[in-house]
């Protein structure tokens, strides 16, 4: 009982966000996907309308993305 499985974070990562010229890449830590946007949206300072393809992992898995930077 209690708080057993109730603050369960992943990790939400969206690849080819906001395509404009190259598609960037954001993350979040979060209990859900709802919470895992506001909380981009909120560091971004606005609404995001192309958020690219989702992909949640747990935390308890060792993972590594990276996007190159380009022009």
Do not use: C, H, Q
Request: hydrophobic share 40%.
């Amino acid at each position: 009982g209690g708080s057993m499985e109730r603050n369960k974070l992943k990790l939400f990562v969206w690849m080819n966000f906001s395509p404009d010229y190259t598609g960037g890449m954001v993350f979040a830590i979060a209990e859900d996907e709802i919470e895992a946007r506001r909380l981009i949206e909120a560091f971004r300072g606005y609404d995001v309308s192309d958020w690219g393809e989702l992909s949640v992992y747990p935390l308890s898995k060792k993972i590594a993305r990276a996007v190159n930077g380009g022009g």
